[in-house]
Nanobody
Framework: QVQLVESGGGLVQPGGSLRLSCAASGSIVSINAMGWYRQAPGKQRELVAAITKGSSTNYLDSVKGRFTISRDNAKNTVYLQMNSLKPEDTAVYYC?????????????????WGQGTQVTVSS
């Protein structure tokens, strides 16, 4: 079994910072792309930032220059540093990872999700 456990959400004032972490554990052979999504009330889930195994990154336009995604492959962990937060960043943030496991004697890649962590930006 594989699990993604997130931490670091909370309430912050506009202009403040938060750092989200997501650690993968379980029967992991390797981890390919990792990313952070968010979903605000009444809106669709959207990709905020993604990072490949080789650390290439891409970002949602509205967070470019404010958010930084990184990963520690030795710890199977992905981070999202969020600076200059705005009220419109308020959402539940979900970690996502494409993880290769050994299943019935074969290597297979599956899409895994964390449980979500609430980020609220408000004065």
């Amino acid at each position: 079994q594989v699990q993604l456990v997130e931490s670091g959400g909370g309430l912050v004032q506009p202009g403040g910072s938060l750092r989200l972490s997501c650690a993968a554990s379980g029967s992991i052979v390797s981890i390919n792309a990792m990313g952070w999504y968010r979903q605000a009330p009444g809106k669709q889930r959207e990709l905020v930032a993604a990072i490949t195994k080789g650390s290439s990154t891409n970002y949602l336009d509205s967070v470019k220059g404010r958010f930084t995604i990184s990963r520690d492959n030795a710890k199977n962990t992905v981070y999202l540093q969020m600076n200059s937060l705005k009220p419109e960043d308020t959402a539940v943030y979900y970690c996502n990872a494409v993880i290769v496991t050994m299943t019935t004697g074969r290597l297979q890649a599956y899409d895994y999700w964390g449980q979500g962590t609430q980020v609220t930006v408000s004065s």
